[in-house]
Nanobody, 116 residues
Framework: QVQLVESGGGLVQAGGALRLSCAAS????????MGWYRQAPGKQRDLVAT???????NYADTVKGRFTISRDGAERAVSLQMNSLKPEDTAVYYC??????????WGQGTQVTVSS
């Protein structure tokens, strides 16, 4: 089984920065896409950023220029550097791995709170 564990969340003031990490363990298949999603209270879970196995990133418009996604070469970890944080970035952040056979694996989430 594949397990994903996020870390790095916390409380930060507006304008500050946080770095989220997601580490995988278990029998990890070849991963096609790694990504970060977030869910604010009462809202749906939205895409934040993804990165393909070729290293091509994709970002939601709301985070472009502020967030950077990166992955390690062993397909076991992905990070999200978040700069210039805003109160509207407050949410639970989840990582997701998608394998080449379309299996999705989710982490348990990590809370990010940005105070104004």
């Amino acid at each position: 089984q594949v397990q994903l564990v996020e870390s790095g969340g916390g409380l930060v003031q507006a304008g500050g920065a946080l770095r989220l990490s997601c580490a995988a363990s278990g029998r990890i298949p070849a991963i096609m896409v790694m990504g970060w999603y977030r869910q604010a209270p009462g809202k749906q879970r939205d895409l934040v950023a993804t990165i393909t196995s070729a290293g091509v990133p994709n970002y939601a418009d709301t985070v472009k220029g502020r967030f950077t996604i990166s992955r390690d070469g062993a397909e076991r970890a992905v990070s999200l550097q978040m700069n210039s944080l805003k109160p509207e970035d407050t949410a639970v952040y989840y990582c997701k791995f998608t394998s080449y056979d379309s299996e999705n694996y989710w982490g348990q989430g990590t809370q990010v709170t940005v105070s104004s």
